[in-house]
């Protein structure tokens, strides 16, 4: 039985764990490198072909984004995740694959000029759809099933994004049972549309997560009033608000918010609100697709003529020349604009025009990876390099980590007390400082803790 480690060991993305065990290969999670961890290189390091199952925890980027790689280079075994989560790696998955079709051509078309060699888009739309044809049999949280001979497989509620789990393998090899439970990315606690995570099975081996491992987040009620005081601030001033958000979950959850501040009069008048992602707005009809994933209180909203995704003033701009139009706002517009860590994408456009502007502002509300445009503004940059320009940061800056879709330093901890005393915790997805610190922490309550590096193999 042994366990190897193609992502997330020693950064943040790229989530991708091998299990070898009772006859079998299972890959847990295939995500993509971003930001500061993002390479060239296309080797998974293992052999793809003799791998016979994937197990994704959730349809973020970076524990879902290399799978359309894994199938070009021939993988033909059976994927599985829960029903929401195969809807939201469709859209998810293909979204990426325009992006990377677009960028490649956009540097072609330099090189070309240059005379050297053109990029290849790392994955197109086709690669996309034979992906989506692999996957099998859907998971169901608390319903085990036997994924093979000597394997059986639980998946539960994470609570980070719709249909998130962490992944519990039961192994019987040789007459050795083992124990093993992937976290996924654990989620934060009191939030609006989601249930809490559920905590961690029994366990000998634990996998989990270290993004928050050493700080705790403000709550969520405190984060909600920053947010409300953040916007009726910039209003004052006569800017805009403008949002880099993920498009799943966050978005939805700002819509929620947004919704409710609406209804309590509480949003500034004539407040335009634009959710200008076409990714956000596909995920948004999604989770009106599974109200039975959401938390008993969100689910009561979408009764017959309610829907807590609108209000007066909301505008979802699907196609770029409805975005564009936004350019000519000056005040009183809250825009909600992908990447969330302003890596690309449309809210780039938004900077542009609102960045220089100090009666503007930016709210970032998730996690900015190191290397990010996000994280270089949040650090305090006070220029930043927009289409080939210098542009500076004079907008007002909120960072509001409560609204974070992953649990804090607490969370984590509370999540993993469920599995009792592990022979062994590996901690993955976090920057050496929180990784650090989070290890620590379980040291001292006597876990033995290893902190594995990229392509490591360790026996279980
Ligand atoms: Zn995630």
Not at 30 to 58: K, M
Request: net charge negative.
């Amino acid at each position: 039985m042994d366990l190897s480690f193609h992502g997330a060991a020693g950064g943040v993305t790229g989530s991708c764990y091998l299990l070898e065990a009772a006859g079998t290969r299972i890959l847990i999670d295939c995500g993509l490198f971003q930001g500061a961890d993002a390479t060239e290189s296309h080797d998974f390091g293992f052999d793809l072909r003799s791998i016979e199952y994937v197990l994704i925890t959730h349809a973020h980027l970076d524990h879902c984004g290399r799978l359309p790689l894994l199938v070009k280079q021939g993988f033909r075994g059976e994927i599985i995740l829960t029903p929401p989560t195969r809807a939201l790696m469709g859209i998810v998955l293909a979204d990426a694959a325009s992006l990377q079709v677009e960028e490649s051509e956009r540097i072609g078309r330099h090189r070309r000029r240059e005379g050297k060699p053109v990029p290849v888009a790392t994955y197109d739309l086709p690669d996309v759809f034979e992906t989506m044809e692999l996957v099998g049999r859907l998971a169901h949280y608390q319903q085990p099933f036997e994924l093979c001979p000597g394997v059986r497989v639980t998946f539960g509620d994470a609570g980070h994004i719709l249909g998130s789990a962490w992944i519990l393998l039961e192994i019987e090899e040789n007459g050795v049972q083992r124990r093993i439970v992937f976290s996924g990315d654990v989620g934060n606690r009191d939030r609006p549309l989601l249930n809490p995570p559920t905590p961690a099975p029994p366990a000998d081996v634990v996998i989990m997560e270290s993004t928050y491992g050493e700080r705790n987040h403000k709550t969520f009620d405190a984060s909600v009033q920053e947010f409300k005081e953040a916007i009726l601030q910039t209003a004052q001033r006569g800017g805009n608000v403008v949002i880099p958000t993920f498009a799943l979950e966050r978005a939805q959850e700002l819509l929620f918010l947004l919704h409710e501040m609406s209804e309590a009069d509480e949003l500034p008048r004539h407040t335009r609100v634009f959710l200008d992602s076409p990714l956000a707005i596909t995920a948004t009809e999604i989770f009106r697709r599974f109200p039975e994933y959401l938390s008993p209180d969100a689910r009561k909203q979408f009764g017959p003529g309610s829907d807590p995704f609108t209000l007066p003033g909301l505008r979802f701009t699907r196609d770029s020349a409805q975005s564009r139009e936004i350019n000519a706002i000056s005040s009183g517009a809250i825009i909600l604009a992908g990447s969330g860590m302003a890596t690309g994408g449309r809210v780039l456009h938004h900077l542009k025009y609102n960045l220089w502007r100090p009666e503007s502002s930016v709210i970032f509300v998730g996690f900015a990876a190191l290397g990010t445009l996000a994280r270089r503004i949040i650090d305090g940059a006070q220029y930043v390099r927009l289409f080939g320009e210098d542009v500076q940061v004079a907008a007002h800056i909120s960072t509001i980590n409560g609204f974070s879709a992953h649990a804090d330093r607490d969370g984590l901890l509370g999540w993993y007390r469920g599995s009792g005393s592990p022979r062994t915790t590996f901690l993955v997805h976090g920057e050496d400082s929180s990784r650090n610190a989070l290890a620590t922490a379980l040291e001292q309550q006597g876990a033995h803790v290893e902190k594995p590096l990229l392509l490591q193999r360790f026996p279980l």
